[in-house]
């Protein structure tokens, strides 16, 4: 049974429906926070680091930071706010008395947190497109079903933290040793390369790292090895089913045992 069905949609709809009542902190928080980075290093930095290999500094941070903003906003809607739903306001326990399964709900919380990651991706890039960081909107565009792979492998991870958490404390970790990380060695501000061959090695482990390797060369008009993004995507479909498979069975047995 495919876990794209009605049931799913329906949950997806009923969080963007929340959503629309809170939209102006959740914008505030999930898209002005990248922007504001993006201003702060393209601008801050980019008076300083001309370019970075054949690629204007602006050209190099915008890709990256549209990574970001996804993986920030993706991230965030399945760690806190689904902890709310799933401890706080028992949420889950009042869908799942419904025909939906556990894994239509996951699936929907999932496909929400990607649709706001995609949002927040398409405000860099257009704020990015203003101020010439985009050579080729027609060739960042194609990186939306890349985005959206990434977008899903981000929300699966977040659902895994989500199924270990007991309490809001744990989720101090899980930002500061995965969404940090993330955010600062996976080459959105410099070349992966730069970095000691150990920060290297931890790199390659983060999902955001192989996102941004396939999502960098296509914005910026790059010729693109066909192998290797094969290899990176491969990564992030693998690493977005074994965290949705850990959070499903771990959130089974919190919940039904």
Request: net charge neutral.
């Amino acid at each position: 049974m495919t876990l794209l069905n009605r049931f799913t949609l329906a949950v997806g709809r009923r969080q963007f429906l929340v959503w629309r009542r809170l939209m102006v902190s959740s914008l505030v928080t999930n898209v002005l926070e990248p922007l504001i980075f993006l201003f702060a290093f393209g601008y801050g930095l980019g008076a300083v680091i001309d370019r970075i290999g054949e690629l204007d500094y602006l050209v190099f941070v915008v890709p990256g930071m549209m990574c970001y903003g996804l993986m920030f906003a993706a991230s965030f809607e399945t760690s806190i706010h689904a902890y709310a739903r799933f401890e706080m306001q028992r949420t889950w326990d009042a869908i799942l008395a419904t025909p939906v399964t556990l894994g239509e709900l996951l699936a929907g919380e999932a496909l929400w947190a990607t649709l706001k990651g995609l949002l927040s991706a398409t405000c860099v890039l257009v704020i990015g497109a203003m101020w010439g960081g985009i050579p080729d909107v027609g060739a960042a565009l194609l990186t939306y079903p890349v985005l959206a792979l990434g977008g899903i492998c981000f929300a699966c991870c977040g659902l895994a933290a989500t199924a270990h958490a007991r309490s809001w404390e744990f989720f101090a970790y899980y930002f500061t040793f995965w969404v940090t990380p993330m955010f600062v060695f996976s080459g959105t501000f410099f070349e992966v390369t730069r970095f000691p061959w150990f920060i290297q090695a931890v790199a390659w482990l983060l999902p955001a790292t192989h996102l941004i390797a396939v999502v960098r060369p296509i914005t910026a008009s790059l010729p693109i090895d066909a192998f290797a993004a094969a290899g990176h995507l491969a990564y992030l479909i693998a690493m977005s089913v074994a965290a949705f498979a850990l959070a499903h069975h771990r959130i089974g047995r919190r919940m039904f045992d």
